[in-house]
């Protein structure tokens, strides 16, 4: 019996089924991306699939501002004065806020007479020449230099001592005293590996500190390959000031963020920007050491601030698709629809993704209490942290440069 080769089926397949053959080809030519032509091209790109409430789950049961109220009520403040404002702190004399810039920065508010002032830095190599771009420090042009210049994230007061309290993208935990300067590192290593992405933090009444290191394979620049993949290398951490000792909570989180310790500290909470949830970690009690789920979320979380209620204040990038769904469940999907030679604007565009602002506010068992919502990106497109402080509420972005504030609680009229 006469044997075809494999040129001769080729050439039949080719003959009789064209239109499969350069699909197939197509598909092949996208996986292996070649020319680095996609978002991905030339990286390293695992997706897997991680743990993500269902779509409908969630977006059916969470509650709506119809009335846009943050949007609509919410105030501009300092525009192009700050640049990627991510954390929003006050010291104990009330003078603030101070918050971590983009160009490296931890800067204070100083009042209409002096404005804002450099308050600390987080490396001796830091130059204004090297690292500050105004208000293009907030877009890619900076990203080449924040190894360098660092990125300061969460920020915390210690209320006895005064000392500024620095989760640095890069520099790993610091701290500053109350009169500020360069910042002392504390914490770049865990079991003897770098920390790749110091995120937040909150600071125990033992002295303990807590912080989230986001991934062990992306740094902050390269953040957004993290929610792309999926990947759960993620950790919960604790220093240890007495013994100077940096010890693994919690590990395999999917980009653990923001992080605030309850009002009797008996747990914590942190968010999971990934699996788009609010996390419970036991500290004492019957449960210590048990990790709960306390809320699924419509969008991408950050931080998350306590008040002086105890309740908790969540940012919230908003919202997930129904085609971001398929793709969370499909890791091959991943694959390919992500070495597609198109701008990830457009990608993003085509899920139906357009985010906006929420900021939301819950008890300590996860219920929801309130959603403000910025629909139209009026104030906030981009959402960092909500800090309530004497009847306001401060927001912060990474992405932009201004603060927004909203008097809060907010009037019958509002």
């Known amino acids: 019996m006469e044997k075809k080769s494999q040129h001769g089926t080729y050439e039949s397949m080719m003959t009789h089924h064209p239109i499969l053959c350069i699909i197939a080809l197509s598909v092949l030519f996208i996986a292996i991306d070649p020319f680095h032509m996609s978002p991905i091209g030339g990286r390293e790109f695992k997706p897997v699939k991680h743990e993500v409430a269902p779509y409908k789950e969630v977006m059916g049961s969470w509650p709506r501002d119809n009335l846009s109220r943050l ?29 971590g810039l983009a160009d490296g920065r931890v800067v204070r508010w100083m009042g209409e007479a002096i404005g804002w002032e450099t308050f600390s830095v987080v490396t001796s190599k830091w130059s204004e020449e090297a690292c500050v771009r105004g208000v293009d420090s907030t877009t890619n042009k900076q990203w080449k230099h924040e ?81 792309l993949e999926g990947e759960s290398t993620g950790r919960l951490l604790r220093y240890d000031p007495p013994t100077k000792t940096t010890h693994i909570v919690l590990e395999g989180l999917a980009f653990p963020n923001g992080i605030q310790l309850s009002k009797d500290q008996s747990f914590l909470l ?12 036991w500290l004492e009690g019957p449960k210590m050491g048990e990790v709960e789920v306390v809320a699924d979320l419509p969008g991408f979380p950050d931080n998350v601030r306590i008040n002086e209620e105890g309740q908790f204040w969540v940012a919230i990038d908003c919202c997930r698709t129904p085609a971001q769904e398929v793709l969370t469940n499909n890791p091959w999907i991943r694959s390919i629809y992500f070495r597609l030679p198109i701008p990830m604007k457009l990608l993003a565009k085509t899920m139906g993704m357009r985010m906006y602002t929420v900021i939301s506010r819950f008890d300590e068992e996860g219920k929801v209490l309130e959603v403000l919502e910025d629909r139209q990106g009026k104030v906030m497109k981009l959402v960092s942290e909500v800090r309530e402080v004497q009847g306001k509420l401060w927001i912060g972005t990474v992405a932009h440069n201004h603060i927004a504030t909203l008097p809060y609680p907010l009037t019958m009229n509002q």
């Open 270 to 281: 942190f968010t999971e920007t990934t699996n788009c949830r609010l996390v419970k970690y």
């Open 147 to 227: 190894k360098l210049c660092g990125r300061p994230l969460g920020l915390r007061f210690h209320k006895e001592t005064g000392n500024l309290y620095i989760a640095d993208a890069y520099y790993g935990l610091l701290v500053v005293g109350p009169e500020g300067g360069i910042a002392t590192p504390l914490a770049t290593h865990v079991e003897g590996k770098p920390i790749l992405f110091a995120n937040d933090l909150d600071i125990h009444r033992n002295g303990s500190i807590f912080f989230t290191d986001t991934s062990k394979r992306y740094d902050r620049a390269n953040h957004f390959f993290i929610l």
């Open 71 to 99: 949007g609509n009520h919410g105030k501009l403040e300092f525009v192009d004065q700050v640049f990627g404002p991510e954390s929003l702190e006050f010291d104990s004399l009330g003078r603030g806020p101070y918050t």
